[in-house]
Every structure is written in C-alpha cells, then in structure tokens.
C-alpha cells in the first residue's frame, strides 16, 4: 500500500510498504479520510521535538476514518464491513490509570500517528479493537475524520461548565476553536471567538457565531476590538503563549478558563490572579472521553463539522500542505476557507 512517511523534519516520501495484518485483538481498516492538524504540522516542521518516544521514521495521522476490512484472533467478525474511527490515546491497559478510565494519561501510552504507533496516512491502518467506535451512516467521511477534534472540543466545553444562556469567548479560529463554538452553541450558551487572521475571521463570520473580534478595530463589522462583555467562561485554543495569561483575566471572578491549545514555548499564568479571582482552570489533553459525544452530535445534527472542511487532497500533497500550501479556490462559503484539511489515501 502507498503511505506517507516523515523521515525528518520537512522530509516527506510516499513510499510503498507492507499492508498491515491485524493482530489478535486487532482490526485492520481501510483510511477514508485522514485530517491534517496544527500538531502535524508543528512535527512537520520541527517545532515539537520533545515527545516522548518520538522516532523518525514517522507515519502521520491521528484524524480519521475508515471501514474495517479484517479482524485478529479474539475480536468480533461483526467488526468487518463496518465504519468507524478509534481512540488516538492507546494505554497499556494495566496501569492504575488505565484501569480507571485515565488512558490518555498512561505513562506508557502509545499515540496513533505520534507515539509508537503508525499514523493513518496510509491506504489501510491497524489499531486495537478496544479503542474503536463505529460510525453511523449518517456520519459520512468528511464528518468522521473530524470525530478526533470535534471529541477534543467536546471535553473543552464539558470544562467550560456551561449552563445555557452563558457567554463563552473561545480564542482561535483553527478546528477545535470552532468545533468548541458550535458544540457550545448547540447547548445553549452565545459564543464568540477571538482571532488574528483576517482570512479566517472572515470565516468564522459565516459561521453563525454572536461575535467574531480580531486584534483591534478594523472597520469591518464584525472583526473590530473585543467587547468589554462578562465572559462566564474562556476556551483557549490558541497556540499563543501570551494567551493564557489574557484568558486569566477576562474570564468572570468564579468561572472558568479551558487551556487546549499548546504553545511551542511556555507560557506564563499569574497564579494570584486565579486565586484572587477564583478561577477555576481545566487543562485538556486529547479527545478520549468525549469522542462518542461528538459522534452523537453529528449523527443528530445537533453539530455539522462538515462546513470546516477547506479542502481534500491526495498522499501526494501531504508535504505541500503541511508545509503551508492551500489548495485553490477551496471552500464552500465563498469568504474565506475553512481550517481543515483532508486527505483521501486513494486519490
């Protein structure tokens, strides 16, 4: 099968390898659609270096899905045939933190498409039974390669503990910023989001949301300064390391601030202003726990992540894309792009 390997920074090839062979305990799925993210792009270029257990060569891809093809010993047959997507997060399945529903934080995890495990730029990808989730048929490609942050950003606003009728600022624009929107949203609370980019501010302005802000007062309706408004709750989705502190402080005294989003250099809080404001601050890391939400909220239609998609693209134009290439006239709204964009292994 064809597959994209990263053999260090900015070096990509699309090589030829052996079809993976499930394992006992395993399925083997065909890739649908494989989402390319900031995380993919930050490895691609050599921003993050620092992962546990990283090792070049490197298989990409923790977004997707695809339709089981074959089973390992031990796993149900009712599996093939069926479309689904799995749990990025894979713990050792022995540990305390394993056995008490805190995978994601096992010290000896592997990460599909990060840690371990090959990623799902490829034509097929093997993982554990265990870590996945069938789609519905409602839940087409483009929505199931993006259950992996739309389940990143249900866990963000499950930690935004909002009631409905709250107003929630989330800061960025990239898939998760909106996914959060649009999943808080649909629960109720007035959202806005606060970006830099005209391009993609000029996106989230299709969206739907009460108020998009960028940096300062540009003129356009819309993109002007942040209000002075009572925020019940701020989701940083950024990677800005100036961000956290500014969630800090406009966060309401008694409410709550979400880090998701990683800078690549750290980034400094004011602790005496969460106690002195009596903050309550929720860190998130991954989307397990709330990728089944997710998968729920797109079936219903409570959520369609679809209109996020830019662009797909073939194995071929891995390299271009992560490297800061965008498609042409890609988009469906006509004014700006949206953040995500895909991959088909087979185009």
């Known amino acids: 099968m ?10 990509i090839i699309v090589e030829e390898v052996e079809n993976p062979i499930a394992g006992p305990g395993q399925v083997v799925l065909d890739v649908e659609r494989v989402g390319l993210c900031g995380t993919d792009v930050e490895l691609f270029s050599g921003e993050i270096d620092d992962l546990p257990d990283w090792r070049f060569p490197q298989r990409l891809g923790h977004e997707w899905c695809g339709r089981v093809v074959s089973v390992g010993e ?3 047959a009712s599996w093939i045939g069926r479309r689904a997507t799995a749990d990025t997060m894979l713990g050792c399945g022995v540990c305390a933190r394993c056995l008490g529903g805190r ?3 096992c010290d000896n995890r592997s990460e599909i498409g ?13 993982v554990p039974a265990t870590a996945l989730l069938a789609l519905p048929d409602s839940v087409d490609s483009e929505a ?7 389940g990143n950003a249900m866990r963000a606003v499950r930690g935004a503990g909002l009631a409905s009728g709250d107003r929630l600022l989330v800061i960025g624009t990239g898939a998760i910023a ?15 989001l606060l970006g830099r980019e005209p391009s993609s501010l000029e996106f989230a302005a299709t969206m739907g949301f009460a108020g998009v802000w960028g940096p300062g007062s540009d003129g356009h309706a819309g993109h002007g300064e942040l209000p002075r408004l009572p925020w019940d709750a701020v989701i940083d989705a950024s990677n800005g390391d100036s961000v956290p502190a500014r969630a800090v402080d406009l966060v309401e005294p008694g409410k709550r601030v979400v880090f998701i989003g990683l800078s690549t250099t750290p980034s400094l809080v004011d602790t005496r202003q969460i106690a ?3 903050v309550t601050v929720v860190g998130v890391l991954s989307a397990s726990g709330g990728l089944a939400a997710a998968i729920e909220h797109y079936a219903s239609g409570l959520v369609d992540p679809r209109p996020l998609v830019g ?7 891995v390299a271009d894309v992560l490297a800061g290439w965008r498609p042409s006239g890609s988009g469906r709204t006509g004014v700006g792009t949206g953040p995500k964009i895909l991959v088909d292994p087979r185009r």
């Open 2 to 11: 064809r597959a994209v390997s990263l053999r260090a920074p900015r070096e």
């Open 74 to 76: 031990g796993v149900d």
């Open 103 to 105: 995978q994601h934080v």
């Open 114 to 126: 990060l840690i371990r495990w090959p990623g799902a730029l490829a034509e097929q990808l093997a």
């Open 144 to 150: 199931g390669a993006l259950v992996e942050p739309g």
């Open 178 to 192: 909106m996914l959060s929107g649009l999943i808080a949203r649909a629960a109720g609370a007035e959202v806005h």
């Open 276 to 278: 002195l404001k009596d």
């Open 311 to 317: 662009a797909t693209v073939g194995l071929d134009q």
